[in-house]
């Protein structure tokens, strides 16, 4: 007879399934009551699958190679996971005059911290542990 799975397995399951990188804890309700959840995703980001980034943002997560340390497994990294977070959040949002300058070729200098202007009030930082999301008003 088959052990039945434990909820920090179906979530990690889930999440390797899923598509995108970002994740809230809403998206796991289903699966079991809240404080439940909440102590499940924190298990996952001791064990290094998921990375917090904020209040209720999580994303997927690699060990580096290099330095041994958990960073975000995004294809454009950080930038694009708290971009991603925004969007699930239902933040509207835009690029930064920074990134807009350097698209529309007004700049040549690259933009190294993401920076977005947010349309509205959002109050939340997000964070990789190293890099800051930037909010332009």
Do not use: C
Request: hydrophobic share 35%; charged share 30%; aromatic share 6%.
């Amino acid at each position: 007879m088959a052990k039945p799975r434990t909820l920090k397995q179906k979530i990690s399951y889930r999440v390797a399934h899923k598509r995108g990188d970002v994740f809230l804890p809403k998206e796991f309700r289903d699966l079991g009551g809240e404080d439940q959840v909440q102590r499940a995703l924190r298990g996952l980001v001791v064990d290094g699958q998921l990375m917090r980034l904020g209040y209720g943002v999580y994303a997927r997560a690699v060990r580096s190679r290099l330095t041994g340390r958990v960073m975000v497994d995004s294809a454009n990294g950080f930038s694009s996971a708290a971009r991603q977070a925004l969007t699930k959040l239902g933040v509207p949002w835009e690029p930064g005059s920074i990134e807009r300058a350097y698209n529309e070729g007004r700049s040549t200098q690259i933009p190294v911290t993401p920076t977005v202007k947010v349309k509205g009030r959002f109050q939340r930082r997000l964070s990789d542990g190293r890099t800051e999301l930037r909010i332009e008003r």
